[in-house]
């Protein structure tokens, strides 16, 4: 699959942006040129040889902290799709093997989720076990599981009732091994499209949060904060948004742009490029095969 998106130009441009900003979420702390907490007199300083992003309220550097924040944002995000992907895609894969019951029950537990508002949920839940992030980033990815059962539960049904599947059940074969067999790789492409989607919306819930000032104790530099700090000296420094305003939203364009990459690669979509590419393929052999021929003859 990764192959095929790297054929789009589209998904060269999102996995070019996302590896950048992976980069900076495991290296961004040693990349910074500051500290990222030391205070200094210059505050409010505009950019410079010294400080090439200015320097905030307190007199720390801008960049530093940025690349020192990136961490929590990258890693938050991540921490609440796989934990909605952990939550979810099992139990829609399985509540159209294994009967009745678990089907009602899972699609109840579905639907209750969905009506919990989860950034609201998040609040509430760090106000009862402390103010860290990891807790929140958790039940949010708890909340969000609802999209990969129902993404996982569709993409099952399309299968569930092909000759091959229930030729697979009638000679004796396990759930586990149909599953494994024939079920995941169809599910495989669709569950690949929600968890790129998710992992923008947990850049947007983290942002959130901490914009709000909840998940991350202060001085901790973190996008959403720094966001929200800037925001407060507009009259000094009308600018300086949007450094971690772009940082965000390019990170979850990139996001959407790879779902949609993965998407135009997958299914009939990606089987309808697939085709044409080679169509395109074709007609340009034929047409050097008789420029050659045509050579030839003169």
Known sequence: MVRRVLTLTSGRIALAVLA???????????????????????TLATASGAHWLGTDYLGRDVLSRLLDGSRVSVFGSLEVAFTALAI?????????????????????LADTLVALPFLLF????????????????????????????????????????????????????????????????????PIAVALAQTVGVG???????????????????????LLASDLGYLGHQPWAPLAPALLIMIT??????????????????????????????????????ESASAGGVR
């Open 88 to 108: 979810g895609a099992v139990p829609g894969i399985l509540s159209v093997q294994l009967g009745r019951v678990f089907e009602w029950v899972t699609l109840r």
């Open 20 to 42: 950048t900003i992976a980069v900076l979420a495991l290296f961004g702390p040693l990349l910074a040129p500051q500290n990222p907490l030391a205070t200094s007199d210059h």
């Open 122 to 189: 998040a609040v509430a839940v760090i106000a009862l076990l402390g103010n860290g992030l990891t807790q929140a980033m958790l039940v949010t990815g708890a909340l969000v599981s609802p999209l990969f059962y129902r993404v996982a539960r569709a993409a099952t049904l399309a299968v569930a009732r092909s000759p091959y599947v229930e030729a697979a059940i009638v000679s004796g074969a396990s759930i586990g091994w149909v599953v494994r067999r024939h079920v995941w790789a169809k599910v495989l492409p």
């Open 203 to 225: 850049f947007v819930i983290v942002s959130s949060l901490t914009f709000l000032g909840i998940g991350v104790q202060p001085p901790a530099p973190t996008w959403g904060g």
């Open 252 to 289: 979850v364009w990139a996001c959407n742009l790879l779902a949609d990459a993965i998407r135009d690669v997958s299914g009939e979509a990606g089987r309808a490029l697939a085709n044409s590419r080679r169509a395109g393929a074709n007609r340009r052999r034929e047409a050097d095969l």
